[in-house]
């Protein structure tokens, strides 16, 4: 079963700060976050293991609670390049080859 | 440079006139696997690979076939097919087993259209 993300959609103007959220009825594993540009491949940015970690990547950083199996996304200081849609990919076991991924949020960042 | 390749990026077929479509991958991963993505719908797995001659359905399996007699090339193919498959298509791979975290590498995606 696919994770839920939320929002759908989002638009900010640049600067603002962005949440995307990821939620499974599943217990996970990991949780893999990707971004993909309008007719591009996904770009990964980041993946969470099991142990409630937080990971950072510049103005982006990441959260994972294995307790209520969600995962939330964090842009900071949103910049003109952060529009793309962005897709939680999450793996159930330690290891797992197989991705099951959310439907998407559409991150819209305006000047 | 390490990277998955896909053949060809952009198609437009009729129905019912068999095609495939090819992916290789210069990583020696041993897990592949093809995903479609559709509007508001994400990435949806179509077939995957664990390994050379071990394949299984995905998601989303009806009307695709795969092989995997190379570990490098894993292509998709459509015996028949149908304006329901007209799609964008991503084949990705990973690490496998060997792997911890396994993080896919997507390859640049092909455009079908079935008219």
């Known amino acids: 079963q696919q994770p839920v993300q939320s929002p759908q959609a989002v638009i900010l103007r640049e600067g603002e700060d962005a949440v995307i959220n990821c939620s499974s009825s599943?217990?996970?594993?990991?949780v893999h976050w990707y971004r993909q540009k309008h007719g591009e491949a996904p770009v990964f940015l980041m993946i969470?293991?099991?142990?409630?970690e937080q990971k950072g990547h510049e103005k982006i950083s990441a959260s994972f609670n294995e307790k209520k199996q969600q995962s939330s996304l964090y842009l900071t200081a949103s910049q003109l390049s952060y529009s793309g849609t962005y897709f939680c990919?999450?793996?159930?076991?330690?290891?797992?080859?197989?991705?099951?991924f959310g439907q998407g949020t559409r991150l819209t960042i305006n000047p | 440079e390490a990277q998955v390749t896909q053949n060809p990026r952009y198609l437009i077929t009729v129905t019912g006139k068999k095609l495939t479509v090819t992916c290789s991958q210069n990583?020696?991963?041993?897990?592949m696997s093809w995903y479609r993505q559709d509007p508001g719908l994400g990435l949806r797995q179509i077939y995957y690979?664990?390994?050379?001659?071990?394949?299984d359905k995905g998601d989303v399996p009806e009307g695709y076939k795969v092989s995997r007699k190379e570990k490098r090339n894993f292509p998709l193919i459509l015996e028949s097919p149908s304006p329901n498959q007209t799609s964008l298509y991503f084949c990705?791979?990973?690490?496998?087993?060997?792997?911890?975290?396994?993080?896919?590498?997507f390859g640049p995606g092909t455009r079908l259209t079935v008219l």
């Open positions: 990919g999450t793996g159930l076991i330690q290891g797992a080859q197989k991705l099951v």
């Open positions: 990583m020696n991963h041993e897990y």
């Open positions: 690979s664990m390994n050379v001659e071990v394949t």
């Open positions: 990705a791979s990973n690490l496998g087993r060997r792997g911890r975290t396994n993080t896919q590498y």
């Open positions: 599943k217990a996970l594993y990991s």
């Open positions: 969470l293991l099991k142990g409630g």
